[in-house]
Nanobody, 119 residues
Framework: VQLVESGGGLVQAGGSLRLSCAAS????????MGWYRQAPGKQRELVAT????????TYADSVKGRFTISRGIAKITMYLQMNVLKPDDTAVYYC?????????????WGQGTQVTVSS
């Protein structure tokens, strides 16, 4: 499975950005996709997840009400709409996919896309 992110950039506080992630390869066993982020000097943290069947979503408390995760018509695409961005949202954002095959899970990561929010 390969994951490719796009949509990062520089935005002023209060602005919006939309991140996209496209999965390719053997994607039929992917059960969950999500976004994580890592700011300089900090650990990677969960931002939001969505299941590929049913579309159940989860969010970090810090982004609830501001970010929305969604799937594309092709369920192997995923988006993160980020509104009311804050300087604290500045980080490298990573697309994540979890595969379940024969009872075992495997995680895949994209290369990351930089989001910078200026004050």
């Amino acid at each position: 499975v390969q994951l490719v992110e796009s949509g990062g950039g520089l935005v002023q506080a209060g602005g919006s950005l939309r991140l996209s992630c496209a999965a390719s390869g053997s994607t039929f066993s992917i059960t969950t996709m999500g976004w994580y982020r890592q700011a300089p000097g900090k650990q990677r943290e969960l931002v939001a997840t969505i299941t590929t069947t049913g579309g159940t979503t989860t969010y970090a408390d810090s982004v609830k009400g501001r970010f929305t995760i969604s799937r594309g018509i092709a369920k192997i695409t995923m988006y993160l709409q980020m509104n009311v961005l804050k300087p604290d949202d500045t980080a490298v954002y990573y697309c994540h996919a979890r595969e379940l095959r024969l009872g075992r899970t495997k995680d895949y990561w994209g290369q990351g896309t930089q989001v910078t929010v200026s004050s």
